[in-house]
C-alpha cells in the first residue's frame, strides 16, 4: 500500500493491481478484491477458492517452542533499561497474498501498525517463520518513506543503526533471534 497525500492508502491487488482498500474490509486474495469475506468490491460473488483455507488463529510464540513465556509476536515500543513491561504498538490491518507453486510459496505479508505516542519511538517488531522458510525482502513504510532492507556485515548494521538513532533518524534493524532461530527481531525508529 501506498499513503497519498491526503492521508488515505492505495492498495493494489495481484499482477493486474487492482485498487483496494483495507480500511473498508477489502482484501486481496488470488488476484482478486474480497470484502466482506465472499463478495467482490462490485458486490458480486466471489468464485470458489479451491485450496484456499481462511483462520483467525494467532500465533504468540516461536513456530516451534512449546514455551508459553517465549516473547509475543507483534509491534512492540522498546522499553527504557529501567522498565519490566513492553507496550505493543496498535495493529490496525494485516493482509496476506500468496503464490504458490509446486512445493514453494511465495508469500507477502502486509501490516498496518500505527504509533499513537506524540512523539518518535524506538519500536521491536517479533515475528516467528517455519524452520523451512526465508525472508528474502524486508519494507517499512514510515509516513511518506519508505525503508527497504539491505544485507550487511552484522557489526556494520549495528554501527550504523546506533547511529541513526543517535542522529534522530528514521532506521531499521533486523536480525534473527538468539534464543529461537525461527523469530526475527527487527528494532525501528
Not at 1 to 28: A, N, P, S, V, W
Not at 93 to 110: K, P, Q, Y
Not at 177 to 186: A, I, K, M, W
Request: contains cysteine.
Amino acid at each position: 500500500c501506498q499513503k497519498q497525500k491526503d492521508g488515505q492508502y492505495l492498495c493494489f491487488c495481484g499482477k493486474k493491481k487492482l485498487i483496494y482498500d483495507r480500511l473498508k474490509g477489502q482484501k486481496c486474495i488470488n488476484g482478486q478484491i474480497v470484502q466482506n469475506g465472499s463478495l467482490k468490491s462490485d458486490g458480486s460473488k466471489l468464485p470458489g477458492l479451491p485450496g484456499l483455507r481462511l483462520t483467525t488463529k494467532s500465533i504468540h510464540q516461536s513456530a516451534r517452542d512449546d514455551n508459553i513465556n517465549v516473547q509475543c509476536v507483534g509491534l512492540r515500543i522498546k522499553p527504557l533499561s529501567h522498565e519490566l513491561n513492553s507496550t505493543y504498538v496498535p495493529l490496525r490491518n494485516v493482509s496476506v497474498e500468496a503464490w504458490i507453486d509446486m512445493f514453494a510459496a511465495d508469500v507477502t505479508l502486509t501490516q498496518v501498525y500505527v504509533n499513537q505516542e506524540e512523539s518518535p519511538i524506538e519500536a521491536i517488531y517479533v515475528f516467528p517463520i517455519e524452520e523451512n522458510a526465508a525472508v528474502y525482502s524486508f519494507t517499512a513504510q514510515i509516513d511518506d518513506r519508505t525503508i527497504t532492507a539491505v544485507i550487511k556485515e552484522k557489526k556494520t548494521a549495528e554501527q550504523e543503526y546506533q547511529t541513526a538513532v543517535q542522529q534522530g533518524q528514521t532506521a531499521v534493524l533486523m536480525r534473527q533471534s538468539e534464543q529461537t532461530l525461527d523469530t526475527f527481531t527487527v528494532n525501528i525508529l
